[in-house]
């Protein structure tokens, strides 16, 4: 459809469907001056037939001040907007996949030269702060919205806008600017697992805990990057473990000398544990009889 020179052009870009806010953008368009014209531009559904039934609708219609566009392949979107003016986001908040949403058609307007009209969303808000490229409102606030429209019927407002939405595009919401850091992290995630395997390498053909420890540090001052976090925790492992096994090895040994001296002579043992013998007289050729209950006493220690 050819659009008048003095005409603003207006356009939501989607599917049609509840809570996306059509319904208040219509009643809301009502109160718009004349050289402002709303398209909406989508494909045929029950709820696209459902907004052209209602009143406001069909008075906007009749003022020429709407108008229904059939959707266009996903290939020619850009090349469709780029004949419009504004590009609007009217999603309500009702939900949290409407609140926190950064709907695609935000980057379709903005790569097509068109300022945004948006509702009050927070990642569009954050993201097009002192931009230039948009206006954020409440869309439940009609004098506010009017306000708005009136601003972008202003040539020069219009024509800055455009220009702050085309540079918003190119500087920094394109792929090649947002997938920059995504791609850093894998790097770095890479070269740590890379470091990782190296370590494993290492310690699967160390002969001994020397060679294992020397080849750990020298992994590490390579890549003096991870010199802060250095992956030192087998070498001490390894000592705790060994002092363990003397402990417990000397402990046994004494253990060992005790018992023998006990066998050699039962009376030695502590008073509390002859006093659980029965019977009270413990001969030295009966001690075999009680052996199973002094262990039984004896097995805490």
Same mark, same amino acid.
């Given at each position: 459809m050819m659009m008048k020179s003095s005409q603003v052009s207006f356009v939501v870009c989607g599917n049609f469907g509840p809570t996306r806010g059509f319904e208040r953008l219509l009643a809301n368009w009502l109160q718009c001056p004349n050289g402002a014209v709303l398209y909406l531009q989508g494909k045929d559904n029950e709820f696209k037939e459902h907004l052209k039934n209602l009143k406001t609708a069909k008075i906007l219609l009749q003022k020429n001040a709407l108008v229904f566009i059939d959707a266009v392949p996903e290939e020619k979107i850009i090349e469709s907007l780029?004949?419009?003016? =504004?590009?609007?986001?009217?999603? !309500?908040p009702v939900c949290l996949n409407n609140k926190y949403c950064f709907p695609n058609k935000t980057t379709q307007y903005l790569k097509a030269g068109l300022p945004i009209l948006a509702n009050d969303l927070p990642v569009i808000k954050r993201v097009f702060k002192n931009t230039g490229?948009?206006?954020?409102?409440?869309?439940?606030?009609?004098?506010?919205?009017?306000?708005?429209? #009136?601003? $972008?019927?202003?040539? !020069?407002? #219009?024509?800055k806008a455009k220009v702050a939405a085309l540079k918003l595009h190119e500087n920094h919401l394109n792929w090649e600017k947002v997938s920059q850091?995504?791609?850093e992290t894998l790097e770095t995630s890479q070269k740590v697992s890379h470091l990782r395997n190296d370590l494993n390498k290492s310690a699967s053909f160390s002969k001994n805990q020397y060679i294992f420890t020397e080849q750990i540090f020298l992994s590490i001052a390579q890549n003096k990057k991870y010199k802060k976090k250095p992956f030192i925790e087998p070498y001490y492992n390894?000592?705790?473990?060994?002092?363990? &096994?003397?402990?417990?090895?000397i402990a046994k040994c004494i253990f $060992?000398?005790?018992?023998? &001296?006990?066998?050699?002579?039962? #009376?030695?043992?502590?008073k509390n544990i002859l006093n659980a013998v029965r019977p009270a007289r413990l001969k030295y050729g009966v001690f !075999?009889? $009680?052996?199973?209950? =002094?262990?039984?006493? #004896?097995?805490?220690i």
């Open positions: 780029k004949s419009y003016d =504004v590009g609007i986001i009217p999603y !309500e490229a948009g206006l954020i409102i409440n869309f439940k606030n009609t004098k506010l919205f009017r306000q708005a429209i #009136l601003l $972008y019927t202003n040539t !020069e407002f #219009l024509r850091k995504f791609y390894s000592r705790q473990l060994t002092n363990s &096994l003397t402990c417990l090895f $060992y000398f005790w018992i023998q &001296l006990l066998k050699n002579n039962p #009376l030695n043992y502590p !075999e009889r $009680y052996d199973s209950i =002094v262990k039984r006493r #004896l097995s805490p």
